[in-house]
Nanobody, 117 residues
């Protein structure tokens, strides 16, 4: 059973920053497309960013210019640097490994991000 483990969530004020981390086995980064999703209370799951070693990163319009995804291969970690955080960024954030060269389909348990004004 492949397990993705997120960390780095917390509570910050508007305008603050957080850096999320997702630990995964090395082969996941080679075989899967990686993504960050979030789900706010009472709302559906939203795709925040996708990233792969070959294709680089994409971002939802709502976070473009504020969030940066990256992969650290030696550390087998996926990161999401979140700057200029706003109250509407409050959500549970999930790391996911999606189908690319393999079926993948792995998820983490999530890390909570709370932004207050």
């Amino acid at each position: 059973q492949v397990q993705l483990v997120e960390s780095g969530g917390g509570s910050v004020q508007t305008g603050g920053s957080l850096k999320l981390s997702c630990q995964a086995p090395a082969y996941v980064f080679a075989q899967c497309g990686m993504a960050w999703y979030r789900q706010a209370p009472g709302k559906g799951r939203e795709l925040v960013s996708t990233i792969s070693l070959e294709d680089g990163a994409t971002y939802a319009d709502s976070v473009k210019g504020r969030f940066t995804a990256s992969i650290d291969m030696p550390a087998n970690r996926l990161f999401l640097q979140m700057d200029s955080l706003q109250t509407e960024d409050t959500a549970m954030y999930y790391c996911a490994a999606e189908e690319k060269y393999d079926a993948c389909g792995y998820w983490g348990h999530g890390t909570q991000v709370t932004v207050s004004s």
